[in-house]
């Protein structure tokens, strides 16, 4: 039997963290009407992209991995390629980033306030340092790195 790749454990529990936080966002109360709404996972138009850190992007990837696919689907539109082009749905909706969660969709009720969210920023950012990421990058980047790390 193989040993076991400490690196993969390590993964594991960080993308269980990550989802931790995301339960732990979702408890806090704080109206929001998010629902369908994908005005702000249109990035050309809003000149706004989600920055993941590396826990958030193994999630991403890993969901994405989940409905069949290998890699981010195209989008010449300038959309979120994690949004579909026919349904216009989120592929990942229940695994989606911690930023498409709280600081983008004016429509949804707007940016949640830092002082709200702040611990769980920094519980993000300390899943980072413990996977050896060096902070947030750009959505379509970070997901495709993890998605060819094979997490």
């Known amino acids: ?5 400490p690196q993969a454990a390590l993964k594991s529990k960080a993308s269980g963290d990550v989802q931790k936080i995301y339960a732990d966002l979702a408890a806090r109360p704080l109206d929001r009407q998010c629902q369908l709404r994908t005005g702000c996972c249109h990035f050309q138009a809003t000149g706004k992209i989600p920055l993941l850190t590396r826990g958030e992007a193994l999630v991403a990837a890993k969901a994405l991995r989940a409905t ?32 498409c969660r709280t600081h983008f969709c004016q429509a949804a009720g707007g940016p949640y306030p830092r002082s709200h969210v702040l611990d769980l920023i920094r519980r993000l950012e300390e899943i980072d340092a413990s996977l050896g990421g060096d902070g947030p990058h750009p959505l379509p980047a970070a997901i495709s790195s993890a998605l060819a790390d094979r997490a």
């Open 1 to 5: 039997m193989p040993a076991p790749d």
């Open 68 to 99: 069949g696919r290998k890699s981010l689907p195209a989008r010449a539109d300038g959309a979120c390629p994690l949004l579909d082009a026919i349904t216009s749905r989120c592929l990942i909706y229940e695994s989606r980033p911690f930023g």
